[in-house]
Nanobody, 125 residues
């Protein structure tokens, strides 16, 4: 079993920056991918950013490209999401997730085995 603990969510103003963190812990687990998803009220959960653990290659949703950066500290099993130039439409609950192996494309929630509890990001205009 893997536990994911997220932190960093807050209420901010448009144009501000936030940094989310997600630390993974547990017994003898393997990280293949880590991802950040978000879910706004009444909307489906969507991929925000993804990082391949072995190569640190990254992918981003078009809506956040150039504003958000995903990074990882492999030694700490921790992934970060630096969010700059925040917009009101970025308001959502943000979740981190771990995939232990390849199952589906990285942008599919079904690819991931474990999920954090979520952290609220609210951007006021």
């Amino acid at each position: 079993q893997v536990q994911l603990v997220e932190s960093g969510g807050a209420l901010v103003q448009a144009g501000d920056s936030l940094r989310l963190s997600c630390a993974a812990s547990g017994r003898a687990f393997t990280i293949y991918d880590m991802g950040w998803f978000r879910q706004a009220p009444g909307k489906e959960r969507e991929i925000v950013a993804h990082i391949r653990w072995s190569t640190s290659s990254t992918n981003y949703a078009d809506s956040v490209k150039g504003r958000f950066t995903i990074s990882a500290d492999n030694a700490k099993n921790t992934v970060y999401l630096q969010m700059n130039s925040l917009k009101p439409e970025d308001t959502a609950v943000y979740y981190c997730a771990v995939a232990g192996q390849y199952r589906f494309y990285y942008y599919s929630p079904r690819h991931y085995d474990y999920w954090g509890q979520g952290t609220q990001v609210t951007v006021s205009s």
